[in-house]
């Protein structure tokens, strides 16, 4: 199964440009990357997906490189509200005709005020 | 509309009991996951049901079982409760398998004593 690395920790100014990377360098051609974030003691809150262009919504952007071996997550205008863990995953279609997530370990994003 | 419903938020349980854990999905939705989310292991997915049928297991032994209903509402059971057990479980649900993002309910935290 394709694997995510990602930072175990970053910081970003609130009102900055908060960019989360994340590496996964055996993503299939068919893989999806999605993007979730988890604030305490709350479930996992979806954010963007892409496969192979770049993606932007109202939450954030999604910039996946070429050889789709890493992407990044922007999140615009950080606020003190987008304090959490984001994780990186890939969606992996198996020989069962099924999806599951492989979760990594995620980044622990803390928005300085 | 109403978000993935998951009950009990909190549960104490002896070693050698068994769980049951319930998850209503959103309204529509007929794919419901269950994630384990330890602070060693991280996110791990445990099973996906999607029409009532069992369509991805992750690789956890044969204690962990679920099953889903025609309303889609899901339930997960633990049997033979072991200490490594203690965990925040997490439902998420989508309208279809695979679909644009799931939807995580807040998760039960379960504790093995």
């Known amino acids: 199964d394709a694997k995510t690395t990602q930072p175990t920790s970053m910081d970003c100014a609130e009102g900055r440009a908060a960019n989360l990377p994340c590496n996964h360098s055996t993503i299939s051609g068919n893989e999806y990357v999605y993007w979730y974030r988890q604030i305490h003691s709350q479930g996992p809150q979806y954010i963007i997906h892409g496969l192979k262009n770049n993606e932007t919504n109202e939450m954030a952007s999604l910039i996946i490189t070429e050889d789709r071996k890493s992407s990044t997550l922007i999140l615009p205008h950080a606020t003190l509200r987008d304090t959490a863990v984001y994780y990186c995953i890939v969606r992996v279609f198996d020989s069962s005709g099924t999806y599951k997530y492989i979760f990594g370990t995620g980044t622990r994003l803390k928005v300085l005020a | 509309k109403a978000g993935v419903t998951q009950t009990p938020r909190y549960l104490i349980k002896t070693r050698g009991q068994q769980v049951t854990l319930s998850c209503s999905p959103i309204?529509?939705?007929?794919?419901v996951s269950w994630y384990q989310q330890t602070p060693g292991q991280g996110l791990q997915f445990l099973f996906e049901?999607?029409?009532?049928?069992?369509?991805n297991k992750g690789n956890f032994p044969g204690r962990f079982s679920g099953r889903q209903f025609s309303n889609s509402r899901s339930e997960m059971n633990v049997s033979t409760l072991e200490l490594g057990d203690s965990a925040l479980y997490l439902c998420a649900s989508s309208l279809v398998q695979g679909n644009d993002g799931y939807t995580f309910g807040s998760g039960t935290r379960l504790t093995v004593v």
């Open positions: 049901y999607f029409s009532e049928t069992q369509r």
């Open positions: 309204s529509g939705h007929r794919s």
